[in-house]
């Protein structure tokens, strides 16, 4: 049972910022569904809808942070098994440098790696702290989320095809 407990909390700490957001986004899908539901009881059926509305919309938020975090965790255990095999290369650290999540996935990986320090100390003289959570590509564009190349290099780690741009 540990091997599956140690595997469920890699799976959540390789990306805590998309699934924070899944869970959140749950809790204001049930909070909005309910209140749907007592205002239907009270005969407000538009107000109703609207709210049901709302809370679709956010459970399509839900599903994609979701997959981010499936993402994620796939990225980290790749990340992990280029470590191990090839040791610490900035190379590796670079493919993974443009994006809050993709960066905390590659530092578990460097973690687990033995590698955490020098990973750490790349990301940094990169300039990125704590607080850089967007992707480079979307604070460049603030539209590249709705980009099919950004969704599919996103959502498909180490799936390049020649011809991936964002943008």
Not at 14 to 37: E, I, R
Not at 60 to 78: K, L, P, S, T, W
Not at 116 to 123: K, M, P, S, T, V
């Amino acid at each position: 049972m540990p091997g599956k407990l140690e595997t469920a909390l890699a799976y959540l700490k390789a990306a805590p910022w998309p699934h924070g957001a899944t869970l959140g986004s749950l809790l204001l899908v049930a909070f909005l569904g309910a209140n749907g539901w007592l205002l239907l009881d009270e005969g407000h059926e538009f107000e109703a809808a609207t709210l049901w509305c709302w809370a679709a919309g956010w459970f399509a938020v839900a599903i994609f942070a979701m997959a981010d975090g499936i993402a994620r965790h796939r990225e980290y255990r790749r990340i992990k098994a280029m470590l191990r095999k090839h040791g610490y290369n900035e190379r590796i650290m670079r493919l993974v440098a443009r994006s809050r999540c993709q960066r905390d996935a590659a530092m578990l990986a460097a973690r687990e790696s033995g590698c955490r320090g020098q990973a750490a100390d790349y990301f940094k003289s990169l300039g990125y702290r704590w607080y850089h959570v967007l992707p480079d590509t979307v604070v460049r564009n603030p539209f590249a989320f709705l980009s099919p190349n950004f969704l599919r290099t996103s959502f498909l780690p180490g799936k390049k095809l020649s011809h991936d741009r964002y943008v």
